[in-house]
């Protein structure tokens, strides 16, 4: 796992300059925002998902995510469609706070291209993402 001063960035998954991480599951992807963001956030009230079914081009708005401070719009990592939404967040948003790498994903996603995790230029590995939230 990487670690900047004030983020953890787990190692198996990749990153995008919009604080979203994406990780392989199976033959989807599992998405959430990360550590940096939702502390950047602090306190997270509400979650706007799409419906599942739903398809997006990378770099696409699908969502966004309240938080006592602001409203911040939600990018697609990857171009894909949405297979399924984290409807637990409906009645706990704040696990976007506390557990923004396990219980507060948000959505997983059939990419069009099932090899983006390595080649899409839009993501970041850990190290790569790191360096970006050091040069921010």
Not at 12 to 33: L, N
Not at 53 to 71: D, P
Not at 79 to 94: C, D, F, M, Q, R
Not at 118 to 132: I, M, N, V
């Amino acid at each position: 796992m990487q670690e900047t001063q004030h983020s953890r960035i787990p190692d198996d998954r990749r990153y995008t300059t919009e604080h979203i991480w994406i990780r392989r599951d199976g033959d989807a992807f599992v998405c959430g925002i990360t550590d940096f963001a939702q502390e950047q956030l602090d306190e997270v009230v509400y979650v706007g998902l799409p419906a599942p079914g739903s398809a997006f081009a990378a770099g696409e708005s699908f969502g966004t995510v309240e938080s006592m401070k602001s409203t911040n719009e939600l990018f697609m990592p990857v171009t894909g469609v949405v297979i399924e939404v984290n409807a637990t967040l409906e009645e706990s948003p704040e696990l976007v706070n506390s557990e923004p790498y396990a219980d507060g994903w948000l959505i997983r996603v059939k990419p069009e291209h099932p090899d983006a995790f390595e080649t899409s230029d839009r993501l970041l590995t850990p190290a790569g993402y790191a360096a970006f939230l050091r040069q921010s």
